[in-house]
């Protein structure tokens, strides 16, 4: 087993685990997948590390690590705990939907990137292919949920594709990107947090359905 | 000596004026002293910018590129420049002193306001009279209307928002024909500079209609019949001291404009324009001391005087048009003397009959004369400045209205001597209806005097009246001492007003004094001199107070004491002379003329066709919202809907907005 198809494989466990955030019911469940999604990412990183002799992403893969892997999953585990709406719960598409739906994802993903031609990832289409699709899929775990904690998820996992983008394509960038990657994960969902427990204390909802205030 | 930096001091001093007062609006006391005081001070330079210039007979100019592309700022202070520049800045110093006092009347009533204005009212004239092109003149023009128009509307009764409603109208119909006028001279010159006018050689009937435009425009600045329907409205409306630069000088400034444009600009080259302005002088001073004799209300009978007044001096301007027109110098000189000179005079002796009228109204609260009577005890001092205008509005001689009126006759008189048949009977009709309308002056001055001043009081107020105070006193002192100076002076002030005269109507030196005679160009013909005139008075005087003495002891033995009676009655106040029955006779004998005043009055017609125009104003506006606005509201309001569908409330839905919007711009970049 070649490391590209070691990627290659990791990055399909990437989408298997997008789904398992998607598709549980409790907010506390999805960041433990979420959890498990960030450590698969660390692989990802470390592998493509020791391929291409790309030292920058040791570094890369150690801050995931504490950033995506524990810090953000604690803050989110720890605040989400106590905010609970059964009725925001359900979620517009099923689980069935949710698997169409990311098929449909994945195979426009990898139309699209297979007209790509660059030298740097020509053996990792298949995981280029996996981080546009997760951005999608980002998108689509917003777009489904009701629970605006599920959402917050999904900008994870835009996040998380955004992040596994840069590294097959731009892995040499310096240390500073890494940074603001990993500042810009941390505060944006610690920002969220606050709003949306907030939101829960004044109108008593996580649904964002009842949230039309603004409508004109 | 260039005296042009004293001119932008006085006008920048009156400015200073004006705002100080509008500043100080909180503290009325002290924003009406800065106002009166900048204003005296600002008229002092006036006067020391004038004088020297008017004495040296040296014109002065100053031109820069000012911050309009398409007009220069252009300053022309020549001779006429000055006489005005010198009559506004007398009258002005005499109702800045004035105001000291009198506007303590108003405080709490926008004395403020008219502090403002009044100072802004004066600058812009005094700004309007130098400035030698089309655009500035408009622009001050304007200025004088607006800040006059707010010291008609000062009362802020309904009369006088009414009278200044019609003022604005007139005032505004006026400066439209100006704007015409000025709009040909433009068209044909290609600059808005006056002295590229005076350049033009025009067709007849193109200049023509250029000075008809003007003559009815500045007329109905000036209050000329038929346009003076509210100068009797607008001028008693305002406060004493504006009605005196109102009627003193804001009317001159009429008479201003048809000089600067009918002989200055177009040079009065055609024969009929000079009878028009004489014929409407004729009529304008006829009706006018008619209408004036009907008078209750004593500041509008001053205001009709004023249309009075205007016809002489138009009879003056036209008398000297048709001498240029017919190439006589010494009618030229002489018409435009007369004119001239009595614009001087009517300006010192209408400002003071104003500021006394002020001053009555002041202490009684009423203008109406059939509730005065009396007043010569109780305000002795105003009653003897009163007197000395009221002699001076007149003609009696030898007082400067005396003067001016003589000259319009010499000038008249020569006119009848020359020329075309037509001329030469225009002449004497005119003279006569010069010679009704000083009959009549003094006639209705008589009224005034006695009615108001004379005879028992007939209202407590005018019973309890006190004198005014000094300021008030300083200001008509300074007036009247100024009616006894400009006609015992005559033959000093002659000459200088001749000078003028010659450089509008560019002829050679007329000569019209020595030593103490005026005469009409030789002293063979006919000569007047002021101080004999009141030495002989006085001795007439003397010579009755001496009899008097002498017959003393005759006189006493057959006088018997005791209260006053009439055919067997004890007197009664009701018995007195008043306003209304004194003119009563005059106004049966006249009683056609009486009627003309309403037919004749353009402001009913005005009044009608304004409410046409708004009838038809209201008919149209609703057009526009039924056909445009509202079909353009009723598809604004529709597209909203469309497009609220599209608002759908939940954010998921933006996301995908902005997620698609981005795809899209990717295709297309990608494309």
């Given at each position: 087993?070649?490391?590209?198809l070691?990627?290659?494989?990791?990055?399909?466990?990437?989408?298997?685990?997008?789904?398992?955030?998607?598709?549980?019911?409790?907010?506390?469940?999805?960041?433990?997948?979420?959890?498990?999604?960030?450590?698969?990412?660390?692989?990802?990183?470390?592998?493509l590390a020791?391929?291409?002799?790309?030292?920058e992403?040791?570094?890369w893969?150690?801050?995931?690590f504490?950033?995506?892997?524990?810090?953000?999953?604690?803050?989110?585990?720890?605040a989400?705990?106590?905010?609970q709406?059964?009725?925001a719960?359900?979620?517009l598409?099923?689980?069935?939907?949710?698997?169409?739906?990311?098929?449909?994802?994945?195979?426009?993903?990898?139309?699209?990137?297979?007209?790509?031609k660059?030298?740097v990832?020509?053996?990792?289409?298949?995981?280029?292919?996996?981080?546009?699709?997760?951005f999608?899929?980002g998108?689509?775990?917003?777009?489904?949920?009701?629970?605006?904690?599920?959402q917050?998820?999904g900008?994870c996992?835009?996040?998380?594709?955004?992040?596994?983008?840069?590294?097959?394509?731009?892995?040499?960038?310096?240390?500073?990107?890494?940074?603001?990657?990993?500042?810009?994960?941390?505060f944006?969902?610690v920002?969220?947090?606050l709003?949306?427990?907030?939101?829960f204390?004044?109108?008593?909802?996580?649904?964002?359905?009842?949230?039309?205030?603004?409508?004109? | 000596?260039n005296?042009?930096?004293?001119?932008l001091?006085?006008?920048l001093?009156?400015?200073?004026?004006?705002?100080?007062?509008?500043?100080?609006?909180?503290?009325?006391?002290?924003?009406?002293?800065?106002?009166?005081?900048?204003g005296s001070?600002?008229?002092?330079?006036?006067?020391?910018?004038?004088?020297p210039?008017?004495l040296?007979?040296?014109?002065?100019?100053?031109?820069?590129?000012?911050?309009?592309p398409?007009?220069?700022?252009?300053?022309?202070?020549?001779?006429?420049?000055?006489?005005?520049?010198?009559?506004?800045?007398?009258?002005?110093l005499?109702?800045?002193?004035?105001?000291?006092?009198?506007?303590?009347?108003?405080?709490?009533?926008?004395?403020?306001?008219?502090?403002?204005?009044?100072n802004?009212?004066?600058?812009?004239?005094?700004?309007l009279?130098v400035v030698?092109n089309a655009?500035?003149f408009?622009?001050?023009?304007?200025?004088?209307?607006?800040?006059?128009?707010?010291?008609?509307?000062?009362?802020?009764?309904?009369?006088?928002v009414?009278?200044?409603?019609?003022?604005?109208l007139?005032?505004h119909?006026?400066?439209?024909?100006?704007?015409l006028?000025f709009?040909?001279?433009?068209q044909?010159?290609?600059?808005?500079?006056?002295?590229?006018?005076?350049?033009l050689?025009?067709?007849?009937?193109?200049?023509?209609?250029?000075?008809?435009?003007?003559?009815?425009?500045?007329?109905?600045?000036a209050?000329?019949?038929?346009?003076h329907?509210?100068?009797?409205?607008?001028?008693?409306?305002?406060?004493?001291?504006?009605s005196?630069?109102m009627?003193?000088?804001?009317?001159?400034?009429?008479?201003?404009?048809?000089?600067?444009?009918?002989v200055?600009?177009?040079?009065?080259?055609?024969t009929?324009?000079?009878?028009?302005?004489?014929?409407?002088?004729?009529?304008?001073a006829?009706l006018?001391?008619?209408?004036?004799?009907a008078?209750?209300?004593?500041?509008?009978?001053?205001?009709?005087?004023?249309?009075?007044n205007?016809?002489?001096i138009?009879?003056?301007?036209?008398?000297?048009?048709?001498?240029?027109?017919?190439?006589?110098?010494?009618?030229a000189?002489?018409?435009l003397?007369?004119?001239?000179?009595?614009?001087?005079?009517h300006?010192?002796?209408?400002?003071?009959?104003?500021?006394?009228?002020?001053s009555?109204?002041?202490?009684l609260?009423?203008?109406?004369?059939?509730?005065?009577?009396?007043?010569?005890?109780?305000?002795?001092?105003t009653?003897?400045?009163?007197?000395?205008?009221?002699?001076a509005?007149?003609?009696?001689?030898?007082?400067n209205?005396?003067v001016?009126?003589?000259?319009?006759?010499?000038?008249?008189?020569?006119?009848?001597?020359?020329g075309?048949?037509?001329?030469?009977?225009?002449?004497?009709?005119?003279?006569?209806?010069?010679?009704?309308?000083?009959?009549?002056?003094?006639?209705?001055f008589?009224?005034?005097y006695?009615?108001?001043?004379?005879?028992?009081?007939?209202?407590?107020?005018?019973?309890?009246?006190?004198?005014?105070?000094a300021?008030?006193?300083a200001?008509?002192a300074?007036?009247a001492?100024a009616c006894?100076?400009l006609?015992?002076?005559?033959?000093?002030?002659?000459?200088?007003?001749a000078?003028?005269?010659?450089?509008?109507?560019?002829?050679?030196?007329?000569?019209?004094?020595?030593?103490t005679?005026?005469?009409?160009?030789?002293?063979?013909?006919?000569?007047?001199s002021?101080?004999?005139?009141?030495?002989?008075?006085?001795?007439?005087?003397?010579?009755?107070?001496?009899?008097?003495?002498?017959y003393r002891?005759?006189?006493?033995?057959?006088?018997?004491g005791?209260?006053?009676?009439?055919?067997?009655?004890?007197?009664d106040?009701?018995?007195?002379?008043?306003a209304?029955?004194?003119?009563?006779?005059?106004r049966?004998?006249?009683a056609?003329?009486?009627?003309?005043?309403?037919?004749?009055d353009?402001?009913?017609?005005?009044?009608?066709?304004?409410?046409?125009l708004t009838?038809?104003?209201?008919?149209?506006?609703p057009?526009?919202?039924?056909?445009?606005?509202?079909?353009?509201?009723?598809?604004?309001?529709?597209?909203g809907?469309?497009v609220?569908?599209?608002?759908?409330?939940d954010?998921?839905?933006?996301?995908?907005?902005?997620?698609?919007?981005?795809?899209?711009?990717?295709?297309?970049?990608?494309?």
């Open positions: 087993m070649t490391a590209t070691i990627v290659n494989n990791l990055a399909g466990l990437l989408f298997v685990t997008s789904l398992l955030v998607m598709g549980v019911s409790r907010p506390t469940a999805s960041a433990v997948f979420y959890s498990l999604q960030s450590l698969v990412l660390v692989l990802i990183f470390v592998t020791a391929t291409l002799g790309a030292g992403l040791y570094l893969a150690a801050s995931a504490v950033t995506k892997v524990v810090l953000v999953p604690v803050i989110m585990y720890r989400l705990g106590k905010l709406d059964p009725a719960s359900r979620p598409i099923g689980p069935t939907g949710l698997c169409l739906a990311a098929a449909v994802i994945a195979v426009l993903s990898y139309l699209a990137v297979s007209t790509v660059l030298a990832v020509a053996e990792l289409k298949p995981a280029l292919a996996v981080s546009l699709g997760h999608f899929l998108l689509l775990c917003i777009v489904s949920q009701r629970n605006i904690l599920k917050i998820f900008y996992l835009m996040e998380n594709g955004a992040h596994l983008t840069l590294a097959l394509m731009a892995n040499r960038a310096p240390e500073l990107v890494e940074i603001g990657i990993a500042t810009d994960a941390i944006a969902v920002i969220m947090t709003v949306a427990r907030q939101i204390r004044t109108l008593q909802t996580l649904d964002v359905k009842q949230l039309t205030a603004l409508k004109g | 000596m005296t042009l930096p004293l001119v001091v006085s006008v001093l009156y400015v200073a004026g004006a705002f100080a007062s509008l500043l100080l609006a909180s503290n009325e006391r002290l924003g009406i002293r800065c106002a009166g005081l900048a001070a600002a008229a002092l330079a006036g006067l020391a910018a004038s004088a210039a008017l040296s007979g040296q014109t002065l100019d100053f031109a820069s590129s000012g911050p309009f398409f007009a220069r700022f252009v300053v022309h202070f020549d001779l006429l420049a000055a006489l005005m520049v010198f009559v506004i800045s007398l009258l002005a005499a109702a800045s002193v004035y105001s000291l006092s009198y506007v303590r009347e108003y405080e709490g009533r926008g004395a403020w306001a008219m502090g403002f204005f009044m802004l009212f004066i600058a812009s004239m005094l700004a009279v030698d655009f500035y408009l622009i001050f023009f304007e200025m004088m209307s607006l800040a006059s128009y707010f010291l008609v509307i000062s009362e802020q009764s309904n009369e006088a009414k009278a200044g409603f019609l003022y604005f007139i005032a119909a006026g400066s439209v024909l100006i704007m006028a709009f040909l001279l433009y044909h010159s290609g600059s808005l500079d006056f002295a590229s006018f005076r350049h050689h025009l067709s007849t009937p193109l200049a023509s209609a250029v000075f008809l435009l003007a003559f009815f425009g500045f007329g109905a600045k209050g000329m019949v038929p346009l329907g509210w100068l009797p409205r607008a001028h008693p409306a305002a406060p004493s001291h504006a005196a630069m009627s003193g000088v804001m009317v001159k400034i009429g008479i201003f404009g048809i000089i600067r444009v009918g200055d600009i177009l040079g009065a080259t055609t009929w324009w000079g009878l028009l302005v004489l014929a409407i002088g004729g009529i304008s006829v006018g001391v008619l209408y004036a004799l008078e209750h209300d004593i500041k509008r009978l001053l205001a009709y005087h004023s249309v009075e205007i016809g002489i138009l009879m003056g301007v036209g008398a000297g048009m048709v001498g240029m027109a017919t190439h006589q110098p010494l009618l000189v002489l018409g003397l007369a004119g001239l000179y009595h614009l001087l005079n300006a010192v002796f209408k400002g003071l009959l104003f500021l006394g009228a002020g009555v109204v002041f202490r609260h009423t203008k109406d004369m059939e509730k005065m009577g009396g007043l010569g005890r109780r305000m002795p001092l009653a003897l400045t009163f007197l000395i205008g009221a002699m509005i007149s003609a009696l001689p030898p007082l209205g005396f001016s009126e003589w000259f319009t006759y010499q000038s008249l008189f020569t006119m009848s001597l020359q075309s048949f037509l001329i030469r009977l225009a002449g004497p009709i005119v003279v006569v209806m010069l010679a009704i309308t000083g009959a009549l002056a003094v006639m209705c008589v009224k005034v006695g009615v108001s001043f004379s005879g028992a009081p007939r209202s407590p107020h005018a019973a309890e009246a006190r004198e005014v105070p300021p008030m006193i200001g008509m300074l007036l001492l006894i100076a006609g015992l002076g005559a033959a000093l002030v002659a000459p200088v007003i000078h003028i005269a010659s450089q509008l109507a560019a002829t050679g030196a007329i000569d019209v004094a020595s030593q005679l005026v005469y009409p160009g030789s002293a063979t013909r006919t000569a007047l002021t101080p004999l005139v009141a030495i002989l008075l006085a001795g007439g005087l003397l010579v009755t107070v001496v009899l008097g003495g002498l002891e005759q006189r006493q033995k057959r006088r018997h005791g209260d006053a009676w009439a055919c067997g009655y004890a007197h106040p009701r018995m007195v002379v008043s209304g029955n004194f003119a009563k006779p005059l049966e004998m006249f056609p003329l009486y009627r003309l005043r309403q037919q004749a353009p402001s009913p017609a005005m009044r009608h066709s304004l409410s046409w009838g038809a104003a209201s008919w149209m506006e057009r526009f919202d039924d056909n445009i606005v509202a079909p353009m509201l009723r598809g604004i309001h529709w597209l809907r469309q609220q569908r599209l608002q759908h409330g954010f998921r839905i933006y996301c995908l907005y902005i997620v698609a919007a981005l795809v899209i711009l990717i295709v297309l970049t990608a494309a």
